[in-house]
C-alpha cells in the first residue's frame, strides 16, 4: 500500500479559535484555544515537508525564517519556506510581507524593539483562494480571522521579532541576521500543468499542485513522499478512503480517486513537477 493516512496532533495558541473549521471537532466548552492542526507521519525518517492547518482570531507575531544554511548552522536539519492557501478570511483580513521600504538591519532591530516594525510591514489584503509562498528570511505576520492550510519545510524553526507587547521570548540577534528587510516581491508564477491541474509553486523548495475532482496517478521517484492534504469531498487514494480535512502521504505508484465537488493539495519536495 503506497497511501497513509496521517494522524493529527493538535496546537493550542493564544491566538487560536474556539470554533475551526468543518472536518475539525472544536475544542471543548472553557477548553484552550486551538492554532493549529500538525499532520504527522509515521516514518522512520525526518519528512523533508509539514503541512498544517491554521486557525487565527488575533495576530501572530513577526517572525522571520532561516534558509537551509543559516539553519544548518544553528543545529537544524533544515531552514523554512512555507506556501499558505486561504481558505477561508473575514473581511479585511490581512497578512504582513516584507517591509514597505528597504530598511538596514539596524533600523531593523531598533523598530523591533520599540514596536513600530508593524507599521512598517506591508499588510497586504487576502481572501479566500489566494496562494502565497514565502521563502525564508522574508519578515512576515498571519493576521486575525483566517483560516488556511500551510505547507512547509519540516522543521520547528521560527524566529520571533515582535510580539506586540507580549512576554513571550523575542530573538532579535538571530532573526535580524536572517531577515531580508525589503518589500515583498512574489515568485513567478508557473507554467500551466498541460492537464486539469493547477500549478501553485515550483519551488524553491516544494512544488504544490491544486486537483479537482476525477482519477488520476501519481507516480513519484524511489525515496520521495507525496502529500495529499484534502481540502473539499472525498475520495479512495490506493484503498485508503479519505475525505476533508485530512492529509495522506503517498509513495511510488498510487491511484486517486476524488469524488465530484472534490478539491485537493498535493505537495512534495524538489523544485520539479513529477
Known sequence: MTATLLATKRVEKPWGRS?????????????????????????AAEPELLIKYLFTSEKLSVQVHPDDAAARAAGYRRGKDEAWVILAAEPHATIALGTKAPMTKDALRAAARDGSIEHLLDWKPVKAGDFIYSPAGVIHAIGPGLTLVEVQQNVDLTYRLYDYGSDRELHLDVGVAVSDPVPFVA????????DDRTI????????????????????????????????????????????????????????VTADAGSDLLFAYPGDRRV
Not at 187 to 194: E, I, K, V
Not at 217 to 244: C, K, N
Request: one cysteine or more; glycine letters at 14%.
Open 19 to 43: 470554533h475551526l473549521w468543518p472536518g475539525f471537532p472544536d475544542p471543548a466548552p472553557g477548553g484552550a484555544p486551538v492554532g493549529e492542526v500538525w499532520f504527522q507521519t509515521p516514518h
Open 187 to 194: 515568485l513567478p508564477t508557473p507554467a500551466p500543468a498541460n
Open 200 to 255: 501553485l509553486a515550483e519551488g524553491p523548495k516544494f512544488v504544490l499542485e491544486r486537483w479537482p475532482a476525477g482519477h488520476r496517478v501519481v507516480e513519484l521517484p524511489a525515496g520521495m513522499i507525496g502529500w495529499l492534504i484534502p481540502l473539499a469531498g472525498a475520495g479512495v487514494a490506493d484503498g485508503v478512503a479519505w475525505r476533508a480535512g485530512e492529509c495522506l502521504t503517498v509513495e511510488g505508484r498510487c491511484e
